[in-house]
């Protein structure tokens, strides 16, 4: 796959972002990464424009016109900061601003992208033990609202432009990301279950969110929500086992529920607790995982 139109990323310096621009760089595209502290004009194939989403109509929306894809990756960690009212805000208006901002600059285009990739989270499911595939309804929990509001703007986009709504399960990849900070109790031999240890973990390995979103890009038929998580979510217990055998760690540490609500209060909901989500549409798709188990990710993983 090449194209000698650029796809352009919004809030691509992250965790996520540097790994997908330059997956899809080596793939042969120009891209360009839109943020609001660009590390420079260009570092390799990757171009940087600097951009504010409260100024939807900035310079930085020319880099729109004629490019080959949008994806939109914005948002503030919602695993970094106490979840405060003000924090809460922020995770809310860091999406809404840019989408909304992403969405007006679309519309405005002479010649728009053909395909907008707005990443959103498979928190929109809320808590709980059934299976959510992409026609599964929302929860009504915070994860459950701030991904309804993140997708929301997409109503408006132009017709012309298709719309993939990417819902993110917990992305593991090495050397960031949540990966880093799950493995840390194991790996000083104190690892183990989180709360009751019954909560499902809907996961994708780092490589996998990459090769779909090049995946969606490419299919014309992609059209809408996809679940972009591994086709065998796990339960906490047995996540804590498989990474126990990865490292050769001992898994008998056992931390209740009340500790980690009072460590983290309201947040501590993003280990205690989670949604069985599947990826009913990207496999009917054809779309073929290269870590579909978590044995097969943590294997890989957890090498050198």
């Given at each position: 796959?090449s194209s000698s139109?650029?796809i352009?990323?919004?809030?691509?310096?992250?965790?996520?972002?540097?790994?997908?621009a330059?997956s899809?760089a080596?793939?042969?595209?120009e891209?360009?990464?839109?943020?609001r502290?660009?590390?420079?004009e260009?570092?390799?194939?990757?171009r940087f424009?600097l951009?504010?989403?409260?100024?939807?109509?900035?310079?930085?929306s020319t880099?729109?016109e004629?490019?080959a894809?949008?994806?939109?990756?914005c948002g503030?960690?919602?695993?970094?900061?106490?979840?405060?009212?003000?924090r809460k805000?922020?995770l809310i208006d860091?999406?809404t601003?840019?989408?909304?901002?992403l969405?007006?600059?679309?519309?405005?285009?002479a010649s728009?992208?053909p395909?907008?990739?707005?990443?959103s989270g498979?928190?929109?499911?809320?808590i709980?033990?059934?299976e959510?595939?992409?026609h599964t309804?929302?929860?009504?929990d915070?994860?459950a609202?701030l991904a309804q509001?993140w997708?929301?703007p997409?109503?408006?986009?132009?017709?012309?432009?298709?719309?993939v709504?990417?819902?993110?399960?917990?992305?593991?990849g090495?050397?960031?990301?949540?990966?880093?900070?799950m493995?840390?109790?194991?790996r000083l031999?104190v690892g183990?279950?989180?709360?009751?240890g019954?909560?499902?973990l809907?996961?994708?390995?780092?490589?996998d969110v990459s090769?779909?979103?090049a995946?969606?890009?490419?299919?014309p038929?992609?059209?809408?929500v996809?679940?972009?998580t591994?086709?065998?979510p796990?339960?906490?217990?047995d996540f804590?086992?498989?990474?126990?055998?990865?490292?050769g760690?001992p898994?008998w540490?056992?931390t209740?529920?009340f500790v980690?609500?009072?460590?983290?209060?309201?947040q501590?909901?993003l280990?205690?607790d989670?949604?069985r989500?599947v990826?009913?549409?990207?496999?009917?798709?054809g779309?073929s995982f290269t870590y579909?188990t978590?044995?097969?990710?943590?294997?890989?993983l957890t090498?050198n």
């Amino acid at each position: 796959m090449s194209s000698s139109s650029p796809i352009v990323i919004a809030g691509g310096t992250g965790f996520l972002g540097r790994r997908l621009a330059a997956s899809l760089a080596g793939a042969g595209y120009e891209i360009v990464v839109l943020s609001r502290r660009p590390p420079g004009e260009r570092v390799g194939p990757v171009r940087f424009q600097l951009w504010d989403p409260q100024v939807p109509q900035g310079d930085w929306s020319t880099s729109l016109e004629g490019s080959a894809a949008l994806i939109n990756l914005c948002g503030e960690s919602i695993g970094e900061g106490r979840w405060t009212d003000a924090r809460k805000r922020l995770l809310i208006d860091s999406r809404t601003t840019a989408t909304t901002a992403l969405v007006s600059a679309v519309n405005a285009c002479a010649s728009p992208p053909p395909v907008f990739v707005q990443i959103s989270g498979t928190g929109f499911y809320g808590i709980g033990e059934r299976e959510c595939d992409e026609h599964t309804g929302p929860g009504n929990d915070f994860l459950a609202g701030l991904a309804q509001r993140w997708e929301a703007p997409l109503e408006d986009l132009r017709p012309d432009v298709r719309p993939v709504v990417a819902r993110l399960g917990v992305v593991l990849g090495k050397n960031g990301g949540a990966l880093k900070q799950m493995l840390l109790p194991f790996r000083l031999f104190v690892g183990g279950p989180l709360a009751s240890g019954r909560q499902w973990l809907s996961w994708i390995h780092l490589h996998d969110v990459s090769s779909a979103i090049a995946f969606l890009i490419a299919s014309p038929e992609a059209r809408g929500v996809f679940n972009l998580t591994a086709p065998a979510p796990v339960r906490n217990v047995d996540f804590a086992n498989a990474v126990g055998k990865a490292l050769g760690r001992p898994t008998w540490m056992f931390t209740p529920r009340f500790v980690l609500k009072t460590l983290l209060g309201e947040q501590a909901t993003l280990v205690c607790d989670g949604q069985r989500a599947v990826p009913e549409r990207l496999t009917r798709l054809g779309y073929s995982f290269t870590y579909p188990t978590i044995a097969t990710a943590l294997a890989e993983l957890t090498t050198n």
